[in-house]
């Protein structure tokens, strides 16, 4: 039975998701063609935060093991310089 509902979910969610998608787009198409545009730029605003965010932790992921790899550097070098 378990198994069952977790295949009826994976089958059915997606097309929940592309539905969202559908209502969305006609609700921005809407409001631009009767002259307001302020919803239109909020959600390319969140699609660009979606965008670029996954870009971002990585960049910071990188910059901090980057960082990290260094200092440990200069403790084991003059760790060898002492010993």
Known sequence: MRKVV???LALFVPLLNWAQCAM???QIKNNVSAGETSMAEG???GIMFLFFTP???VFVM???WYKYSKTTKRVSLSERLKG
């Open 6 to 8: 977790i295949l009826v």
């Open 24 to 26: 969305c787009r006609t």
């Open 43 to 45: 959600l390319n605003n």
């Open 55 to 57: 870009y971002i932790v």
């Open 62 to 64: 990188i910059f901090l």
